[in-house]
C-alpha cells in the first residue's frame, strides 16, 4: 500500500479521498489555486501545493504543475477524483512517464472510453445493444445535419469527449439543428479542448441508469450494483439512489453482466462506472462507460458497506479486488441528493457568493471503519460529503455545488422519509440554492412512487415550482424577536423598563415593525408584513398586533445559537434566526423564509429601471458576440453567449429593437447584473 498519495482535486471529492486516506495511514497531498488558498480539502490534508490561479485552466488542468508537485513531495500515486484530469488520458500517461501509480484505469481503457464514438463502436463489436445514432469520424456541419435528418428528430447532439452534461443540446427541428451544432461544438471545445459530436435518437422518457464496475490486475471483475441517476435538470444529476428501484432482477442481473463484460473488452482496471438508458418496455441501450468514480458514488457505499476509494488505492496498488461477486450483497437503500448553489426559478442559473450562515442536519461527513458499513449499527443514517464551510465563498470559477446529501432507509420509503427531514433541517445564507427545488421534488408523487425518467422535472415543472404554504406569520414573529433582541429589547416577564430604547415617563411603549418579503419580492403592507408590539408600564404585557388582530406575544431565547421560541396566544413557534444587517433569515417548521426590516430612519434606494437594458445573469465570461451595432433584431434573437460555471448562458432580446452599443468583447469576464448592450427597443 502507498505512504503517500497526491490528490488531484478539489472540493468535496478531495475531501473524500483524504478522509480514506487518514484512516488507512496515507500521508495525503493537496493542491490548490489561488481562489481555494483557504478551502476545506487543503485543510483536510496533510500537505497542500498552490499550483497556480483561479481558473481550472490556470491550476487544476495543468499537468505539469501537478506531476511537479507530486514528485516535490515524494508522493507515489495521484488520485484524480472526479472530472478535471481524471478521464484524461494525456495526464495519466504523464504519471506513468513520471513513475507515479495513477490510481485510475490503464491509458488505454481511457483513450478507449474517452471517446463516446469509439466507445460505442467497441460496444457494437461486443454485441451491446446501441441507440440508433450516428458516431462517424466525418465532422462535416452539412453531413451532421444530413445523419440527424435521417435519424430523425428529436436528436441529441453530445460532445464526444464529454460527460457531466456539458457539450448535449436536444434539437426538436431540423432548421434548429445547425445553431445547436454550433453552440454544443463551442461548449464542447471549451470544457474539454475537443468539439467533435456525436448524434443520437433522443428517446422520450428514458430512464438513465448505471452500474458501477471494479476490476484488478489480477482478472478479477465484478459490478456493485445499479443506480438510478434520472432526476436530472439540464442534462445533470439532481437526485440519484441505489438500487435503482423497480427494476426485475433478471434486467438487474443483466445490466450488470454487460457492464462487467464492457470492462473487460478494454482490459479495465478500478473504478468505473458504465451507463445505460433505459425504455419503460425495460429495453437497456449502452451511453457510455465514466472511467473514473462517480459523484454519486456514496449511494453505493451506504448499500454495499463498501469504501469504493480504498478499493481504488488497493486496486492501484495491485492488490486483488477485496470480494468477489458472491461476496456482494445490498443492504437497504440510499439516495443523495445535490445541493447546489443555484436559482432553480431562473433556469438553474449558478448562484455565487458567501456561506454567511450553513448548517447541515445531524450527520456524519464520511462514515467508514476498518469493518466496512455492513455490520448492524455501524452505517450512518445520514451523511454529509461536502467542501466548503461557513464563511467560505462560492465562486464562478468552479462547480457550484454546496454539499451532497445521503441518507440510508431499510426501504426506499424510509430513505425517503429521512431525506426529506433532512433537506427541511438544511439551512444556507448567502447564495441562492436548490434546497426547496429538492424538497420538492422529493414530495412530488412520481419521485415518491418511483415512476422517474429524465424528464420529470421538465414535465412536472408547474407543480415543482407552485408556491408553497409557508409559516409567514410564525416566521414574522421570530423575525420581531429576534429584531427586539438587537435593538435592546426584552422578552416577556422582564421590564421594558431595563431597555432605554422603551423608556417613556407617564405611557407605554409602541414599536411598529415593517417587513419585505424576499421570498415573494414585495414589500409586505398592513395586513401582510407589519407587526405592531406594545409594551405596557408594568413591563408584565406585551401585545403583538398583526393583520388587524391584537394579541398577547412573547419571545425568549431558544437553548441553541440563533434560536428564539414566539408565541402568539396560545400558539408557539420555534426557529433560528440569522441576521445579516437588516435581513433576517428564518427557519422554523421546516421552511426557510427571508425578510428585510424596513428600517424607517433609512432611505430608500431608488429602483434601477429602463427597457433596453440587458444584463448579465451571473458572473462569467463573454465567449460570443452573435449582433454589431446597428443590428436591429426580434424579441428572443440571441445577442451574446456567456459562459460561467462551464455552462453556456445565451441573453435573447427582451424585446424586437437596434442595437446600439456592445459593451463587451469575447473573452470579457463580466460581474454579476452587469450591462453588456444596449437595445433600442422598438415602440409599439
Known amino acids: 500500500m502507498f505512504n503517500k498519495i497526491l490528490i488531484a482535486n478539489r472540493g468535496e471529492i478531495a475531501c473524500r479521498v483524504a478522509a480514506t486516506c487518514k484512516r488507512l495511514g496515507i500521508a495525503s497531498v493537496a493542491v490548490y489555486s489561488d481562489a481555494d488558498a483557504n478551502a476545506k480539502h487543503v485543510a483536510a490534508c496533510d500537505e497542500a501545493v498552490h499550483i497556480g490561479g483561479s481558473t481550472a485552466a490556470q491550476s487544476y488542468l495543468r499537468v505539469e504543475r501537478i506531476i511537479e508537485a507530486a514528485r516535490a513531495t515524494g508522493a507515489q500515486a495521484v488520485h484524480p477524483g472526479y472530472g478535471f484530469l481524471s478521464e484524461n488520458e494525456d495526464f495519466a500517461h504523464a504519471c506513468e512517464a513520471a513513475g507515479i501509480v495513477f490510481i485510475g484505469p490503464p491509458v488505454e481503457a481511457i483513450a478507449a472510453m474517452g471517446s463516446k464514438a469509439a466507445a460505442k463502436a467497441l460496444m457494437h463489436a461486443a454485441a451491446v445493444p446501441l441507440v440508433p445514432g450516428y458516431h462517424g469520424d466525418d465532422q462535416d456541419p452539412q453531413l451532421l445535419h444530413r445523419e440527424a435528418d435521417a435519424i430523425g428528430y428529436p436528436v441529441l447532439l453530445k460532445a464526444s469527449a464529454g460527460g457531466g ?3 448535449m443540446r436536444v434539437v426538436e427541428r431540423s432548421e434548429d439543428f445547425a445553431a445547436a451544432l454550433a453552440s454544443c461544438k463551442r461548449e464542447a471545445a471549451s470544457s474539454f479542448g475537443n468539439d467533435r459530436v456525436l448524434i443520437e435518437k433522443y428517446l422520450t422518457r428514458p430512464r438513465h441508469v448505471e452500474v458501477q464496475v471494479f476490476a484488478d490486475r489480477h482478472g478479477g471483475a465484478v459490478y456493485l450494483f445499479d443506480r438510478d ?39 479495465y482496471v478500478g473504478a468505473g462506472t458504465v451507463e445505460f438508458i433505459m425504455t419503460g418496455t425495460g429495453d437497456f441501450y449502452f451511453m457510455e462507460m465514466n472511467t473514473r468514480l462517480q459523484v454519486e458514488h456514496p449511494v453505493t457505499e451506504m448499500v454495499t ?6 478499493w481504488q488505492l488497493r486496486v492501484a496498488a495491485d492488490e486483488p479486488l477485496p470480494l468477489t461477486q458472491a461476496q456482494l450483497k445490498i443492504d437497504g437503500h440510499a439516495i443523495e441528493a445535490r445541493i447546489y448553489a443555484e436559482h432553480p426559478a431562473r433556469g438553474f442559473l449558478p448562484s455565487t457568493g458567501t456561506l454567511k450562515h450553513l448548517r447541515m442536519p445531524d450527520g456524519v461527513e464520511f462514515a467508514i471503519d476498518a469493518a466496512g458499513l455492513g455490520e448492524p449499527g455501524r452505517k450512518a443514517p445520514v451523511r454529509i460529503d461536502s467542501g466548503v464551510r461557513e464563511g467560505d465563498t462560492i465562486t464562478p470559477f468552479y462547480d457550484p455545488m454546496i454539499a451532497k446529501l445521503i441518507v440510508h432507509g431499510a426501504t426506499r420509503e424510509e430513505a425517503l422519509a429521512r431525506l426529506s427531514r433532512a433537506l427541511h433541517a438544511c439551512e444556507v445564507v448567502g447564495p441562492h440554492t436548490n434546497v426547496e427545488f429538492l424538497q420538492s421534488i422529493v414530495a412530488s408523487e412520481p419521485f415518491a412512487t418511483g415512476d422517474l425518467d429524465t424528464g420529470l422535472i421538465e414535465r412536472h415543472h408547474d407543480a415543482l415550482f407552485a408556491p408553497r ?28 423598563w431595563d431597555a432605554l430604547s422603551h423608556w417613556r415617563l407617564n405611557s407605554g411603549y409602541t414599536q411598529t415593525l415593517g417587513w419585505r418579503d424576499l421570498d415573494s419580492g414585495s414589500t409586505a403592507n398592513d395586513s401582510e408584513g407589519t407587526f405592531t408590539v406594545t409594551f405596557a408600564r408594568d413591563g408584565n404585557t406585551q401585545t403583538l398586533e398583526h393583520d388587524g388582530v391584537r394579541e398577547d406575544f412573547s419571545w425568549s431565547d431558544g437553548s441553541g445559537p440563533h434560536e428564539f421560541r414566539a408565541t402568539i396566544r396560545d400558539a408557539r413557534a420555534t426557529g433560528r434566526v440569522f441576521v445579516d444587517v437588516d435581513t433576517f433569515h428564518v427557519f422554523c417548521l421546516g421552511e426557510a423564509l427571508s425578510f428585510e426590516w424596513q428600517n424607517l430612519l433609512a432611505h430608500a434606494a431608488d429602483a434601477e429601471g429602463g427597457e433596453g437594458r440587458l444584463t448579465a445573469p451571473m458572473p462569467g465570461k463573454v465567449i460570443a458576440v452573435l449582433v454589431e451595432p446597428g443590428a436591429v433584431v426580434e424579441k428572443g434573437t440571441p445577442l451574446i453567449v456567456m459562459e460561467a460555471m462551464k455552462m453556456e448562458h445565451t441573453i435573447g432580446a427582451p424585446a424586437a429593437g437596434t442595437v446600439s452599443e456592445v459593451l463587451y468583447a469575447v473573452g470579457d469576464q463580466v460581474a454579476d447584473g452587469a450591462q453588456l448592450l444596449v437595445l433600442d427597443v422598438q415602440q409599439q
Open 229 to 267: 441517476c434520472s432526476v436530472q435538470r439540464r442534462h445533470q444529476k439532481v437526485l440519484e439512489e441505489a438500487p435503482a428501484p423497480g427494476l426485475s432482477g433478471e434486467i438487474k442481473r443483466e445490466m450488470g453482466e454487460a457492464a462487467v463484460a464492457a470492462a473487460r473488452a478494454v482490459n
Open 165 to 167: 452534461g456539458k457539450g
Open 469 to 496: 404554504k409557508k409559516p409567514f406569520k410564525e416566521a414574522l414573529a421570530l423575525a420581531c424577536a429576534a429584531l427586539l433582541k438587537r435593538e435592546g429589547g426584552t422578552a416577556h416577564g422582564a421590564s421594558p
Open 305 to 310: 458497506g463498501q469504501d469504493l476509494v480504498e
